[in-house]
């Protein structure tokens, strides 16, 4: 389809080693003067579902600054624009949760929050896995959590996983263990 927004000016706002703010003055799809602000990701959104022979998943725990509480999400992490997404997700893998996987499929490919920003994020699934140890940023105080996926699955559908990458790789990988 076409583009019924008209981009008039940009304007940068705000920088930093992950993220760019825009400011852009624009005519909007009813023809009307308007300003839109846009977040523009320096890394792609990876995120990891592992999942064992026996059914079991991991969860990584941590306190997330931005929504000012404490989350259990699959692991994940940021990609860099000279990594593959896949190289991204061994690597967050690993670094995370220790694992290391044989196999991967690529489950989803998300826009995050497509009304705000561009970023887009990639989700694999990770089986056929071997345990070796975590190798954590400096700033990450994770806790894993080694569980049943079904258990994974009803925290989605208790609420207590709110983090939208999380919840579609959960949500993705229920449907496609019932097929």
Do not use: C
């Not at 023809?31 to 890394?43: A, D, L, R, T």
């Not at 975590?134 to 559908?157: G, R, S």
């Amino acid at each position: 389809m076409k583009n019924p927004w008209t981009t008039i000016s940009k304007k940068e706002v705000y920088d930093n080693p992950w993220i760019k703010v825009e400011e852009h003055q624009v005519i909007t799809p009813t023809q009307k003067k308007g300003i839109y602000g846009k977040v523009i990701f320096k890394n792609l959104a990876i995120g990891i579902l592992p999942l064992d022979e026996n059914g079991y998943t991991w969860l990584v725990g941590q306190y997330r600054y931005t929504v000012d509480e404490y989350a259990w999400e699959i692991p994940m992490g940021g990609g860099p624009a000279d990594q593959t997404a896949l190289e991204s997700a061994k690597r967050e893998l690993k670094e995370e949760t220790g694992l290391q996987a044989k196999e991967w499929t690529e489950l989803l490919k998300i826009h995050t929050s497509n009304s705000v920003t561009d970023e887009v994020g990639y989700v694999y699934l990770a089986k056929g896995l071997t345990q070796g140890e975590t190798e954590f940023d400096d700033t990450e105080d994770l806790k894993i959590w080694h569980l049943p996926f079904n258990e994974a699955y009803q925290m989605v559908m208790d609420g207590q996983i709110t983090d939208a990458i999380s919840m579609a790789a959960i949500l993705k990988t229920a449907v496609l263990l019932k097929r």
